[in-house]
C-alpha cells in the first residue's frame, strides 16, 4: 500500500532485490493492493505481503527478515529453476567496528568506545544502524577520541554480551580503557554525539 511506512522502508532493499535478478529468469514485482486485484491464492492481511510464486505451484509466503541475503536465500530454497546461480549480495560497506569474542577484550582494554550488542533479528536495533553508521563517520581518523563498534550477541559474540550482562537489545555501552557503564540516552546520532562530547574533560 502506498501510504505504508513498512512498504515504504523495505522498498530500496526490494530495489535492490529486482537488480540483482534483472539478468535472471526470475520476475522480482510489486502490486498495488489497494488499487488492483488478484488471485485469492494470496492471501494478504497487512503490508507489506511478500510470497514467491513458482510456475504451477502454490505461492509460499514469505516471513523471515526483509534484508538481501535473507531474501535471495529464500527465493533459492523455493525456486524450480535451477539453470541460473543465485547472485552474490554485496557486503554493504560500514565504518562501523566490528567486534567479536576473540577481538573484543584487547580491542576495548584501550581507548575509549560506544559499543552496541545486538542481535540481528532485533527491530530496535535494525532502526539504530543509520544512526550508527552517522556517528562512525563523524568519529572516523585517528584524531577521534571514540571508536563506534558493535558486537552480535547471537553469533561470534555471544560470551562477551553474557560477560557484560547483556539481557535486551539493543543494549549500548561506553567503555573507557576497558571499564564499562551502561549508556541510557537517546538513540539518535546527534544525542549520542553530543553525549559522546560532553565527557572530553574526563578522557
Not at 552474490?88 to 580491542?107: C, G, K, Q
Not at 571508536?147 to 539481557?167: F, L, M, P, S
Request: aromatic fraction near 10%.
Amino acid at each position: 500500500a502506498p501510504w505504508c511506512g513498512h512498504c515504504q522502508a523495505l522498498e530500496p532493499h526490494y530495489n535492490e532485490l529486482g537488480a540483482l535478478f534483472a539478468d535472471t529468469p526470475l520476475t522480482v514485482a510489486k502490486l498495488d493492493a489497494t488499487t488492483n486485484d488478484y488471485d485469492a491464492a494470496f492471501d494478504v492481511t497487512g503490508y507489506p505481503t511478500l510470497y514467491f510464486k513458482a510456475p504451477g505451484k502454490a505461492p509460499v509466503r514469505y516471513d523471515g527478515e526483509r534484508d538481501l541475503k535473507s531474501m535471495v536465500a529464500f527465493i533459492g530454497e523455493q525456486r524450480s529453476d535451477a539453470s541460473y546461480a543465485l547472485p552474490v549480495v554485496p557486503e554493504p560497506h560500514t565504518d562501523v567496528i566490528v567486534l567479536d569474542d576473540a577481538s573484543f577484550d584487547e580491542r576495548t582494554a584501550t581507548g575509549n568506545w560506544f559499543v552496541k550488542f545486538y542481535a540481528p533479528w532485533c527491530g530496535h536495533c535494525k532502526s539504530m544502524v543509520p544512526a550508527m553508521e552517522e556517528l562512525a563517520g563523524r568519529h572516523l581518523g585517528d584524531a577521534s577520541e571514540w571508536n563506534i563498534a558493535k558486537i552480535d550477541c547471537t553469533g561470534d559474540g555471544k560470551e562477551a554480551c553474557d560477560r557484560h550482562g547483556v539481557q535486551g537489545f539493543p543494549t549500548l555501552k561506553l567503555i573507557r580503557n576497558g571499564v564499562a557503564e551502561d549508556y541510557s540516552g537517546g538513540r539518535a546520532a546527534d544525542d549520542i554525539d553530543a553525549h559522546l562530547r560532553s565527557l572530553k574533560d574526563e578522557l
